[in-house]
């Protein structure tokens, strides 16, 4: 984070655009003290989270920073991005695949250069076709999808819409580069990367912060960093911002199954030249 910092001051680094980054998930708890001045409201009934796993998530990507509470974001100053809340999941934290493709509609027809999905199950090949075809709609629209590759401990290639075609999947690993215990496993998966994922400090609704674990949690790390980078480089596709998080990142303890572990520092200096 300090050598993200480094770089975006040394580079002046200036944002084409405030990049929004939408949460489809349980709902964002819009008024909390760490994520309100950040919001952009879609519909008033997104704007608030009975689970508190949105909350949690949109923190991660786009919490205020610099206002002495809580927790920071990847945009130091708050010029580059904000989050935005699709509510897909019920209050138990559960969704249809009719929902969740609804809301990635929604998400990208508002705009959205960043969907951030921390959910999935078991996958089929109907599952996955219709993934595939919400995903290429995205795309269409200039968004880029990023996806939770799951908390079983098995290959994310079974879980949907972690395997749909071009999105990017984040595995968890834990402090020390391991990939976390829950974790599914990426080698499969064709644009996969690694991002912090255990024992993770987030904000939850009613001014309150705890620690949840996940590659729900990973997610929206990547998503936060996406959405810096579209904000200095809107024309940036999946693939691109993909390739620049790849060969930018860092191998963990086992890279194959994991994925590359995101350095935000680098992905900067990558993406904003020598």
Request: proline share 4%; with cysteine.
């Amino acid at each position: 984070m300090a050598r993200l910092y480094q770089i975006l001051d040394q580079k002046k680094a200036q944002p084409a655009k405030k990049a929004l980054i939408a949460i489809l998930d349980t709902g964002v708890d819009a008024g909390h003290e760490d994520i309100s001045s950040n919001y952009r409201s879609l519909k008033a009934s997104n704007d608030n989270d009975p689970k508190g796993h949105g909350t949690h998530c949109a923190a991660i990507a786009a919490a205020v920073s610099n206002n002495g509470i809580g927790i920071a974001s990847f945009s130091r100053d708050n010029r580059f991005t904000q989050v935005s809340s699709v509510k897909v999941l019920s209050a138990g934290g559960f969704g249809t695949q009719k929902s969740i493709i609804d809301g990635m509609l929604f998400a990208a027809d508002k705009g959205a250069d960043v969907l951030s999905m921390s959910l999935g199950g078991p996958s089929n090949s109907t599952r996955q076709n219709a993934y595939d075809k919400a995903v290429s709609y995205a795309r269409k629209k200039g968004a880029i999808v990023v996806v939770a590759a799951g908390n079983s401990n098995r290959n994310a290639r079974e879980f949907s819409p972690a395997n749909a075609s071009g999105v990017i999947c984040v595995s968890a690993v834990n402090q020390s580069l391991d990939r976390a215990e829950f974790s599914n496993y990426v080698q499969d998966i064709p644009m996969a990367v690694a991002a912090p994922g255990v024992d993770i400090y987030s904000a939850i609704p009613g001014n309150q912060y705890t620690r949840y674990s996940g590659t729900s949690m990973a997610t929206p790390y990547v998503a936060g960093l996406l959405g810096l980078m579209k904000s200095l480089r809107p024309e940036l596709d999946a693939d691109q911002a993909y390739a620049i998080l790849s060969q930018s990142g860092k191998d963990t303890r086992n890279t194959k199954m994991t994925g590359k572990f995101i350095l935000p520092g680098a992905t900067a200096q990558a993406l904003l030249g020598k």
